[in-house]
């Protein structure tokens, strides 16, 4: 508390790793994951930490394209000019305050702040934010699968492996009657389904119809930018209303508890813009008494060791999307891989940072573009 860093060079990657099986939502198919990861140097210790978008803008506005064009042009030159202001790792948050938006670029940077300041204080992260927990119950999501049999197959292999959350993609066509066969198979299964913002208002019928499944919640059904939507959908749905891509800071949560729209809120490290955001939802929401988990963007390693280190916190009360690495990747990019410490659980990393030790050698094996920014430079 109340050092500077000094931060001589940063470094992006563009990443591209091939997922161990395709992933499919409503917004399309995913084979190889493309995203980006920063490294933040400073006294010999390295920060670390992923930028989570894509290369086409569907999840939001940002790609990697922009996010790297946002990020190289305007928040490094402003994160080295006024790093000898930052006496603490939430003011990187009002450094970039004046560039609107960008949320993904800005989670990147502001995130290896906070693993670089952790590293350097000797704690870990999840100690720095407070976090309570030593180890996390773990949801998996599941994408839209070929046929229902497919889908209740996947099901079972993961509830064999302790998985304590379900969570299904649905999309129109591929909702109510795979739902009803789930339900059916697994009837006291923890068991949400996730919209992506694939509906409207002129489905409310279909949608009230989900109430007959007990689920835990229904995840964004309606647009990615809508609060007064769902306040509206909420209203008539028995079934708790998730918001996720409509979030982006503590206000979006105020203005959408005081309307109704939601009863729970999903919390994505880049989706609000980094973790000081991040754990001032968490806080807000645990003085409303309203429950909070933590999304996933397939994140590698690094991105799903600072999932756990939130995810510490207190107000997590719901199992994330926090799976061990090989969920998703054949071969991750650490040292040893996030694992199950025992069935559905995994262990919160307790060494310095964000607690996992990456490999350059895998890092340089799937970096297809590199670029480093200097200090001095700036």
Not at 235 to 252: A, F, G, N, R
Request: with cysteine; net charge negative.
């Amino acid at each position: 508390m109340g050092k500077t860093l000094n931060i001589d060079r940063i470094v992006l990657r563009k990443m591209s790793m091939p997922l161990k099986d395709p992933f499919e939502t409503s917004f399309g198919t995913i084979k190889d994951r493309s995203f980006m990861v920063v490294e933040m140097h400073s006294e010999g210790e390295v920060g670390y930490a992923e930028v989570v978008t894509e290369n086409a803008p569907l999840y939001n506005e940002e790609c990697i394209g922009t996010a790297w064009h946002v990020m190289e042009t305007f928040l490094i030159p402003m994160l080295f000019k006024a790093q000898n202001e930052i006496m603490y790792p939430d003011g990187v948050s009002s450094i970039f305050k004046p560039i609107k938006r960008h949320y993904l670029a800005k989670s990147g940077l502001e995130s290896a702040y906070w693993d670089l300041h952790a590293k350097l204080q000797d704690q870990s992260l999840s100690t720095i934010l407070s976090g309570e927990r030593e180890e996390l119950e773990v949801g998996v999501s599941i994408g839209i699968q070929s046929s229902i049999p497919a889908l209740l197959s996947k099901i079972d292999a993961y509830a064999a492996e302790g998985y304590r959350r379900i969570k299904l993609k649905i999309k129109p066509g591929w909702d109510y009657d795979v739902l009803k066969e789930v339900r059916n198979k697994f009837p006291h299964i923890p068991l949400m389904a996730d919209a992506n913002s694939a509906y409207t208002l002129q489905d409310i019928h279909l949608l009230k119809q989900l109430d007959e499944f007990d689920l835990m919640m229904v995840e964004q059904p309606l647009s990615h930018d809508d609060i007064i939507d769902h306040s509206t959908l909420q209203k008539q749905m028995k079934t708790p209303i998730c918001l996720d891509e409509s979030i982006h800071h503590v206000d979006d949560v105020r203005r959408a508890l005081d309307l109704g729209s939601c009863k729970i809120i999903n919390i994505k490290i880049g989706r609000v813009g980094g973790l000081t955001e991040a754990k001032k939802i968490h806080d807000y929401c645990l003085e409303r008494n309203v429950p909070v988990w933590c999304g996933g963007m397939l994140e590698a390693g690094i991105g799903r060791a600072h999932n756990l280190a939130i995810a510490s916190l207190s107000n997590f009360s719901i199992p994330g999307d926090t799976s061990p690495s090989s969920r998703y990747w054949q071969e991750d990019i650490l040292e040893e891989p996030i694992d199950f410490s025992k069935p559905g659980m995994i262990q919160v990393p307790t060494g310095p940072g964000i607690g996992v030790h990456v490999s350059l050698e895998k890092l340089n094996k799937y970096t297809t573009v590199l670029k480093t920014y200097h200090s001095t430079e700036c």
